[in-house]
């Protein structure tokens, strides 16, 4: 309810407080006199258990069974709660936490009382197996579960014992029982204790229909039998019933292996978007039953929990997205919906300010819900027909009138409504809606000659390789794999297929390129039904899909590999947001953090996120939103959080590790270590440790094999990184880890010049931080010893021209990289520089890359200014080919020679001016 509601309309606090707005609550207090005083005495005490507990003793202290004592307890409960509830204006949390409190406090209590009595008769139920005793885990569902039950509510629960066996009695007065039947005695009698009816009414009204194979399967089951059971017959409606799941009572390590059968059952580990639909028809269902029941009963119209802008809208809301994303995200398996809500606020899945109307109605709706309980205690949840009680339950809600309340209710109803139609509105009906108006492929592919009746269809669309289009859209529908799919599966795939057509006849002169790439992705996702649910229910994911198909056969074949992001093209928020490195790097921990021990989990976790930052830098770049030095920046630095975390968690990994944290860095050489990386990069890194543990050789060996494995192992999420190791000390020959101490005389005594040229592009990535400062140093002090001009032009001269012979020029073709006035030769002729240089000018060992290099170069004179900055255009000009070259999946960059004659002739030019004539 909102603030204003409360205070704008209300009535005086007098009123508010009035026990005559609650039936039930003036009925109780009339039957005894003592009563008020009762209430008086627990006015400012917390309803705990220690309270529940003290006063359940004092009324078996007076002579009354357990049963009679739960019940008087109950009454007083309920009428404290209805008593502070009115006096407050409102206070839910309170409401819900103490039912729910209450009605756990209640099961446990009469459990252990009849297992002691039935143990008493039968002996202790053991297992078969463990040999263990056993115990009676009861299962909390629905609001109870979620820690969110009713004043009056009904509270759902479902029976499961450990494992089959018998109990072992220990003296022959006692009867034996299998587990099966102690634990359905057991269950009954918890029922009966609970619910039959008596003078001081019921503690609990009991359901057990959401147990397996419902009022038709036995009252108990066993964990084997659950597991059985979910795998083999649960269906959709009882993964969302699942969700609440919450076992109350039961030992801890028989409710921890329930929970881990129940696990997999609710939430999938890929984004399940076909449970949209699912709840879709399940929500129809319900309402279908309200407004026949309305229909029947006018006087039971405005149900506040199943009728439309209900209490059921906003729960399937919250739930939609934990069984979407549950199996990838544990903070939305939480049972609570308002704790969902608020982590939907935080996960930026929905906007603050609805979750915020969310809550506002939930609240609101759920007071009044109690309201309506309050009048007779009675499981109600629609507003009174006569006027009287109407108009009793709008002043308990804090207004006026009758007029008020409903006012109010509409405008909650209505938020909420629009929000559930915004999410679940039927995409396929509506997409059917419009092909009922324009031809569609449906019609085409129904025709006696579909080939010429597809074509008519995309000429109309302006397709203008239209029989070429229609050939592959033929022969893909017609194709055995699509065919052998289910029918629903193929119908969703067509119209997605119809929904995308116009969208490809506005790629212009990409069409048919674009529409091979979309029928090659389709192909791919089509057996995950999901995949197809998303696209379906989200039209802007589409949208995104072939834009990207059409920019990028790199981005393509990418999306192909990985569907699962898909995801990530819902949220333009999300897609377009500058990445937040710090945040990034906190979430991976948090992940990898989650499943300590899960290899397998965490390579996926490491894979999932990197693939998806990847396409949102991917989606930004195509945009246009960033060049190709900060594209590179970004890059580069995604792949050292990972390498990071990746190494640690790799370390947790050994078993006989000597220490909490590796002495252990990686240095990163190459594109990665000049910060321009690009998507497909593989990564040159080298191991250095610095630690005098007699078990560190092996050690630090084992965690440089195991973090390669981590980075290149194909899993279903893909791979991280291709590893080139290459340039450590002594290339194939060498160790795979070097102490720093022993690349320190390496680099210094051993290396090759070609060596120290690499060294110019090196820098600490990864790991021990002191490691790293260690190797700067190192790296700056060999960089910047003087150098004769002679020996090492020669030496570097004789490793270009090496290059050069091992990849000859095209005729016809300019290799960007490769050929001479290419991007080598401009590297090249920097790392000369900064060698012959850097004695004298040590600014030339700064890590700001090549463009910045040579105008610095420049600047300095060591080289001719113009030149310079011609050449720098020329490096600029050619990354951006390589790179737009690289998203069309172009395995080398290779473009006319006459398109670069004044860039390769710049760099020619530079080169000569450094090492002389070529005279190759």
């Not at 084997?224 to 795998?231: A, G, S």
């Not at 790392?831 to 170069?857: E, R, V």
Request: glycine share 6%.
């Amino acid at each position: 309810m909102t603030n204003s509601s409360l205070t704008s309309t209300s009535v005086t606090g007098s009123a508010a407080n009035d026990a005559s707005g609650s039936r039930f609550l003036a009925r109780w207090l009339a039957a005894d006199p003592a009563r008020a005083g009762q209430l008086a005495d627990l006015a400012g005490l917390s309803l705990s258990p220690s309270l529940f507990a003290r006063l359940l003793q004092k009324e078996i202290a007076a002579g009354l069974p357990l049963p009679r004592a739960m019940r008087r307890l109950r009454n007083l409960l309920l009428a404290t709660l209805i008593s502070r509830d009115l006096a407050s204006g409102g206070d839910l949390p309170q409401v819900v936490d103490t039912m729910t409190a209450f009605a756990e406090f209640a099961l446990q209590t009469h459990v252990a009382a009849l297992t002691a009595e039935l143990q008493a008769l039968h002996g202790v139920p053991t297992g078969e197996e463990s040999g263990l005793p056993q115990a009676l885990i009861v299962l909390g569902m629905g609001k109870l579960g979620g820690g969110e039950l009713n004043v009056s509510s009904d509270i759902d629960l479902i029976f499961v014992y450990p494992e089959d066996g018998e109990s072992q009695i220990a003296s022959p007065q006692q009867r034996s029982l299998s587990n099966h039947e102690f634990f359905i005695r057991l269950g009954r009698r918890l029922i009966g204790d609970l619910s039959e009816i008596t003078q001081d009414g019921f503690t609990f009204r009991v359901d057990m229909a959401l147990r397996p194979n419902g009022n038709a399967g036995p009252l108990v089951a066993s964990i084997n039998m659950v597991e059985e059971y979910l795998i083999v017959q649960g269906r959709e409606w009882e993964r969302y019933a699942w969700i609440k799941a919450r076992a109350v009572c039961g030992a801890p390590a028989d409710i921890e292996a329930l929970e881990r059968i129940v696990l997999p059952f609710v939430y999938r580990r890929y984004l399940d978007f076909g449970s949209i639909d699912a709840l879709r028809n399940m929500h129809a269902q319900i309402r279908a039953e309200v407004t026949r029941v309305e229909a029947l009963h006018p006087e039971r119209s405005n149900n506040v929990k199943l009728g439309r802008g209900g209490i059921r809208e906003i729960e399937f809301l919250a739930q939609v997205f934990q069984l979407i994303r549950g199996g990838r995200d544990a903070d939305l398996r939480a049972r609570p919906t308002r704790a969902i809500l608020r982590a939907l606020a935080d996960k930026q899945l929905l906007e603050p300010d609805v979750v915020d109307q969310l809550l506002d109605a939930y609240t609101f709706l759920r007071n009044l819900e109690h309201r309506l309980q309050y009048l007779d205690d009675a499981q109600t949840h629609t507003l009174p027909a006569g006027d009287t009680d109407r108009l009793t339950v709008a002043r308990m809600m804090g207004f006026a009138d009758t007029a008020g309340l409903l006012a109010e209710l509409a405008l909650q109803r209505q938020r909420v409504s629009s929000q559930f139609d915004a999410m679940f509105a039927d995409k396929e009906a509506q997409a059917d809606s419009k092909h009922a108006v324009h031809p569609d492929i449906h019609a085409a592919l129904a025709a006696v000659d579909p080939l010429d009746a597809i074509e008519e269809h995309l000429v109309t669309l302006g397709f203008s390789e239209a029989h070429e289009a229609a050939r592959r859209l033929l022969t893909t529908w017609q194709s055995a794999r699509l065919q052998a799919l289910p029918e629903n599966s193929r119908n969703r795939l067509l119209a997605l297929v119809n929904a995308a057509l116009p969208l490809l006849a506005d790629c212009g002169a990409t069409q048919l390129i674009t529409l091979h790439r979309l029928l090659d992705f389709m192909e791919t996702v089509a057996r995950r039904a999901a995949y197809l649910a998303l696209l379906t229910e989200y039209p802007r994911a589409l949208q995104r899909v072939i834009r990207m198909m059409s920019t990028s056969d790199w981005a393509a074949k990418y999306l192909t590999r990985h569907p699962i992001l898909l995801d990530e093209l819902l949220d333009d928020r999300t897609l377009r947001a500058a990445p937040d490195w710090p945040a990034f790097r906190l979430e991976l921990q948090r992940q990898l953090a989650a499943t300590p021990g899960d290899t397998e989990r965490q390579l996926d976790t490491l894979r999932e996120m990197h693939h998806a930052q990847t396409l949102r830098l991917l989606a930004q770049d195509i945009e246009g939103d960033l060049s190709v030095e900060r594209l590179a920046d970004h890059l580069s630095t995604l792949a050292d959080i990972l390498v990071d975390q990746t190494v640690q968690a790799v370390w947790n990994t050994l078993p006989q590790r000597h220490r909490a944290v590796p002495q252990f860095a990686v240095i990163a050489y190459g594109k990665l270590g000049g910060k321009e990386l690009g998507y497909s990069s593989d990564l040159d890194v080298i191991f250095l440790y610095d630690d005098d543990d007699p078990e560190a050789p092996a050690q630090y060996a084992k965690l440089a094999q195991r973090f390669i494995t981590w980075m290149t192992s194909h899993t279903p999420a893909g791979i991280l990184f291709d590893i080139d190791i290459a340039l450590r000390p002594d290339g194939a020959s060498g160790l795979l880890v070097s102490t720093i101490a022993a690349f320190e005389k390496y680099q210094l005594k051993s290396a090759w010049v070609w060596e120290h040229q690499a060294l110019t592009r090196a820098r600490f990535c990864a790991g021990d931080v002191d490691i790293g400062q260690r190797f700067e140093l190192l790296r700056l002090d060999v960089l910047r010893q003087p150098r004769d001009a002679g020996p090492l032009q020669q030496e570097v001269r004789s490793m270009r021209d090496k290059m050069n012979r091992a990849h000859p020029a095209r005729e016809r073709q300019f290799d960007l990289k490769q050929d001479r006035g290419g991007m080598i030769d401009i590297e090249f002729i920097v790392q000369y520089l900064i060698l012959l240089h850097a004695s004298a000018s040590p600014q030339l060992t700064d890590d700001i890359g090549n463009i910045a290099l040579l105008k610095l170069a420049g600047e300095l004179g060591l080289i001719d200014a113009a030149l310079a900055d011609a050449a720098a255009n020329a490096y600029r000009t050619y990354r951006k080919l390589q790179h737009h070259a690289r998203l069309q999946g172009e395995e080398q960059a290779l473009v006319a020679p006459e398109r670069l004659t004044a860039e390769a002739l710049a760099v020619r030019q530079l080169w000569t001016s450094v090492f002389g004539e070529d005279k190759t």
